[in-house]
């Protein structure tokens, strides 16, 4: 499901110019004709959920468990994390790595066009971001799968460290930056994916729904809170310093995992 996103993160840019043609044919305004592509998606996604998701696959599970227990009512997503220490865990992994994410990259077009790149260069550059976020999802998953949630995590927190020490040395060329950024996707990948299994695991499946819902919440609110605080702080200190700042991010989702790695079994934090 992840790595669909890349069919849409590489066609994306290239649907500018027919968006455009498209857009006059409509009388829309310049620059939102791609606007009608992605309008076009998502109805047709709409459709794909409300006709083809059924019989809703969460529902028959609970059915399938009624059988054999009774069922109980879910709890909310704050009463999980105020008891579950794995669910605090994981969602602060997601949402402290998407902030991570979305403040060094939501800067990154305004760095390069301050530094002279044209706009069929910011375009390629995000492109490629975004590719870094979910070509290799799946083999995210795999690792995951194989080597252990824990690992991905800090294998994932390790590329955004390295995408941030690459910003925070980078001269503004347009080659550091896209190495930055690639480093950046691919480390969010690793994160989200390996913390997202383990929203998964840390709750019964009656309460699953409620704790991705939040997880979902969080995992936004974290990267609009990133990336309105990522423009006061490369106003201030400039892109190296903002690479430097968002460290601290990383800083606490490595530690929180070294904890995590060196205490208890994880059924045992729940």
């Known amino acids: 499901m992840v790595w669909s996103t890349t069919i849409g993160a590489v066609l994306g ?3 500018f110019g027919p968006g455009e043609a498209l857009g006059a044919a409509l009388g829309l305004p310049a620059m939102t004709g791609a606007f009608a592509f992605s309008l076009a998606a998502t109805v047709a996604a709409a459709f794909v959920y409300a006709l083809g998701l059924l019989p809703d696959p969460l529902l028959t599970a609970l059915a399938e ?9 879910a709890s909310g997503g704050l ?3 105020r008891g579950n220490a794995a669910a605090r865990y994981a969602v602060a992994v997601i949402a402290l790595s998407h902030a991570t994410m979305v403040a060094l990259m939501s800067m990154a077009p305004v760095h390069l066009r301050d530094h002279g790149a044209t706009l069929s260069i910011v375009g390629l550059t995000i492109s490629l971001h975004v590719a870094g976020m979910y070509a290799l999802s799946p083999v995210f998953g795999a690792l995951s799968d194989r080597l252990g949630r824990l690992p991905v995590i800090f294998g994932g927190q390790a590329m955004l460290l390295v995408a941030l020490t690459v910003a925070w040395l980078s001269d503004g060329s347009q080659g550091t930056m896209t190495l930055s950024l690639i480093f950046l996707g691919l480390g969010w990948s690793a994160s989200v994916v390996a913390g997202s299994a383990l929203v998964s695991e840390a709750v019964e499946i009656e309460d ?4 991705q819902g939040f997880s979902d919440l969080s995992m936004n609110a974290a990267g609009a809170l990133g990336g309105a605080i990522a423009g006061p702080i ?6 190296s310093g903002l690479g430097l700042c968002a460290m601290a991010l990383v800083a606490v989702v490595v530690i929180w995992s070294a904890l995590r790695l060196s205490g208890p079994a994880p059924c045992e934090l729940s």
């Open 13 to 15: 840019p290239n649907l």
């Open 65 to 73: 468990r009624s059988k054999s227990a009774g069922i109980r009512r």
């Open 79 to 81: 009463a999980i994390l």
């Open 208 to 211: 699953r729904s409620s704790l």
């Open 234 to 239: 490369l106003a201030l200190t400039g892109y």
